[in-house]
T-cell receptor
């Protein structure tokens, strides 16, 4: 248990569905991240939030919409996804001296 | 901006061999933290070690050891007497503690380690 919790752990959705991924941390960290990890590919940084403000959007398609209502919660809203969006989505939080990851959501788009 | 490079994409060894995973980083900040993470097949990233930029002492933890050399901007990770359970993807990462990138976590591309019985 790292202190970063992601739900759901697994998600199967159709291309016309709308779903949300949730990430929660109670470590007091200021920065939260969404990463995408496709099969046999490196971690791709998607979004960074620092003190609830989005500081980075790494050219992510608009069908992925992040939301950070407070420093402990981070959401990734999904709509009209494509099969190539199937991947492991990892949330992380960091402070200056540490960074921890959630267990990830395994997303399958059918 | 900072960058972390893990030149080895995949490494394959036989059990009991020693293996070293390379990590080279770039940052303009003089103060930063370096990390290694392990990602087993189950998917979660497991924290292994943190090293701050002022501490160049090498560290050993069981079969794991880390060699931090600031002069070459390297933070290499060695597994001694590898075991099948060591098979995973290993990531090196950096957090700068200054400038506009304060606190931003940057990862290397990862090294896939396969240990064969």
């Amino acid at each position: 248990e790292t202190g970063v919790t992601q739900t759901p752990r697994h998600l199967v959705m159709g291309m016309t569905n709308k779903k949300s991924l949730k990430c929660e941390q109670h470590l007091g960290h200021n920065a939260m991240y969404w990463y995408k990890q496709s099969a046999k590919k490196p971690l791709e940084l998607m979004f960074v939030y620092n003190f609830k403000e989005q500081t980075e959007n790494n050219s992510v398609p608009s069908r992925f919409s992040p939301e950070c209502p407070n420093s402990s919660h981070l959401f990734l809203h999904l709509h009209t996804l494509q099969p190539e969006d199937s991947a492991l989505y990892l949330c992380a939080s960091s402070q200056s001296t540490e960074a921890f990851f959630g267990q990830g959501t395994r997303l399958t788009v059918v | 901006a900072q960058k972390v490079t893990q030149a080895q994409t995949e490494i394959s060894v036989v059990e009991k061999e020693d293996v070293t995973l390379d990590c080279v980083y770039e940052t303009r900040d003089t103060t930063y933290y370096l990390f290694w993470y392990k990602q087993p097949p189950s998917g979660e990233l497991v924290f292994l070690i943190r090293r701050n930029s002022f501490d160049e002492q090498n560290e050993i933890s069981g079969r794991y050891s880390w060699n931090f050399q600031k002069s070459t901007s390297s933070f290499n990770f060695t597994i001694t007497a590898s075991q099948v359970v060591d098979s995973a993807v290993y990531f090196c990462a950096l957090i700068p503690l200054g400038g506009t990138s304060y606190g931003k976590l940057t990862f290397g591309q990862g090294t896939i380690l396969t240990v064969h019985p």
